[in-house]
């Protein structure tokens, strides 16, 4: 009997650090996370970003792999610094708001790349998904998580071509997110 | 009304108005010159399709394929255009993507000219004649609304196959009246005013479409002067051309342009209506002609005015 208790007792200490590993959820909001893009053109360039998104962040403690990011835009906050090019964005020539209200990403994996991380996950825009993978540099634990990111897509790869010639084919994004329980 | 920098102006010539009217003014005249006068429709039917090209080529404001990373298969569009009919859905889940009703335009346009031209061989007996233009018409109203819009819009599709058809019989009698090539100029008059109105709406794309379609019709127009013929597919295309822009705006762009604008857009085509008289107007000397001219452009011209009203660019 005692020799059972003992067993007992040592099976649940050895368990007690695997059961402080639980996996962390976080909101994320237009509040605590940004999306911004600089579009460029031969003569200028314009910057914008997109005000509402909703999605979820969840890692095991601190573990920077097991996070896992799945994010949906609205598409029709989308803003620039001229109220022209923002209505224009909106278009057919560019999102298409009305047709495809909503851009998507879900990350797929996340590996170790130098001092930083590489993420790699599915943008869906325009009902087109392509893969992208970028780096950026990641803070997770249960208790919060901090990621930044900056990268280039082509935006002919999602069926937004319009404007050859007029606008540059790459945008640059920049992703931040701030959050903690 | 600010003007647009000088080097988007002549980005658009270049590109857009000079190879379309350059391309459509060359292939009538060569046709017309080497067939004759009899064969003027099929000039005017193929300079359609030159200055239709050539205005898009550099731009791209109306792709063809249907993936712009894919070549164009014949079978993918006939299924595209099967689903995009309502005739058929695909048996793979989820369906392939549709594509936007504005890629439809040029293959609709494309028909009318193909069934204009066609129709004018004689013999054609004229149930046959109008049913065929009423089934490119039924097609082209069902391809360019949207499904969602017409749920909301029940009156849209008839009302757009309706506005579609006259202005099809218009153009078609006003091109037979005119051998001159002034229906054909008109309507590219209709078209630029048009264009303003697109760059009211904020939409570049549909700015240069409209900018072909002037650029082809002037084409057209300014070579009948030198040598008259029947234009009537070139008008077949400007039938569908201007309502089928004008409903994509309603559904496509997001600008202060009132509804109403983008409706006289595509209400235009109908002006033509004003040069029905063709013999009183002859009779009636150049100072009634050009009170006629006026009439056909003004409904477009309303539209532009409403949309320098609503908004104000800025470049």
């Known amino acids: 009997m005692t020799r059972m208790l003992c067993t007992l007792a040592l099976v649940t200490l050895m368990s007690a650090p695997a059961a402080e590993a639980t996996e962390a959820k976080f909101s994320l909001t237009g509040n605590n996370t940004k999306v911004t893009f600089v579009g460029t053109k031969p003569n200028g360039k314009h910057d914008g970003g997109f005000r509402n998104l909703t999605g979820m962040a969840t890692v095991d403690g601190s573990d920077v792999t097991s996070l896992k990011l799945s994010v949906e835009i609205d598409v029709n906050s989308i803003y620039s610094d001229n109220n022209q090019l923002t209505q224009h964005l909106k278009s057919g020539d560019f999102f298409d708001v009305r047709k495809h209200p909503k851009a998507r990403f879900a990350s797929t994996r996340i590996e170790k790349s130098g001092e930083g991380w590489n993420i790699t996950g599915d943008l869906t825009m325009l009902g087109k998904s392509r893969a992208v993978t970028f780096p950026a540099t990641i803070e997770a634990s249960s208790f919060g998580l901090k990621l930044k990111t900056e990268f280039t897509i082509n935006r002919t790869q999602w069926g937004m071509t319009y404007g050859k010639g007029r606008v540059d084919e790459d945008v640059k994004l920049a992703v931040e997110v701030t959050v903690a329980k | 009304m600010p003007l647009p920098p000088w080097d988007e102006v002549w980005l658009a010539v270049r590109t857009?108005?000079?190879?379309?009217?350059?391309?459509?003014a060359g292939v009538y005249l060569l046709v017309r010159l080497l067939l004759g006068m009899r064969r003027a429709p099929l000039a005017a039917a193929l300079a359609v399709g030159a200055g239709g090209l050539a205005g898009t080529w550099a731009g791209e404001a109306m792709?063809?394929?249907?993936?712009?990373?894919?070549?164009?298969?014949?079978?993918?569009w006939l299924t595209a255009a099967g689903q995009s009919l309502g005739v058929w859905r695909p048996a793979v889940d989820p369906a392939p993507p549709l594509p936007p009703p504005r890629y439809w335009l040029p293959?609709?346009?494309?028909?009318?000219?193909?069934?204009e031209t066609l129709v004018r061989w004689p013999r054609w007996p004229w149930f046959g004649a109008w049913g065929l233009r009423g089934l490119v018409v039924a097609a082209a109203a069902v391809l360019l609304t949207p499904a969602e819009q017409r749920a909301e819009e029940p009156w849209l599709l008839p009302a757009v196959g309706g506005v579609m058809l006259l202005a099809w019989a218009i153009g078609r009698q006003t091109a037979r009246s005119w051998p001159k090539g002034w229906p054909a100029l008109l309507a590219a008059c209709m078209a630029a005013l048009g264009a303003g109105v697109m760059l009211h709406a904020h939409s570049a794309r549909l700015t240069d479409l409209l900018l072909v379609g002037f650029g082809t019709l002037a084409g057209i127009g300014l070579s009948a002067r030198f040598l008259p013929g029947d234009q009537g597919p070139a008008l077949a295309a400007a039938a569908l051309w201007l309502p089928g822009l004008a409903l994509t705006a309603h559904h496509e762009t997001f600008s202060d342009v009132p509804t109403w604008g983008l409706?006289?857009?595509?209400?235009?085509?109908?002006?033509?209506?004003?040069?029905l008289p063709a013999g009183f107007l002859q009779r009636w000397g150049r100072v009634v002609f050009g009170?006629?001219?006026?009439?056909?452009?003004?409904?477009?011209?309303?539209?532009?005015?409403?949309?320098?009203?609503?908004?104000?660019?800025?470049?």
């Open chain 2, 16 to 24: 857009v108005i000079g190879p379309s009217l350059g391309a459509a």
């Open chain 2, 63 to 76: 792709p063809l394929r249907l993936d712009p990373e894919q070549p164009l298969m014949a079978s993918a």
């Open chain 2, 107 to 115: 293959w609709l346009a494309l028909a009318a000219v193909v069934v």
């Open chain 2, 291 to 315: 009170l006629a001219c006026l009439a056909a452009l003004a409904p477009v011209g309303a539209a532009l005015f409403l949309a320098v009203r609503a908004v104000t660019l800025e470049f």
């Open chain 2, 263 to 275: 409706a006289l857009v595509g209400l235009a085509p109908l002006g033509l209506a004003a040069l």
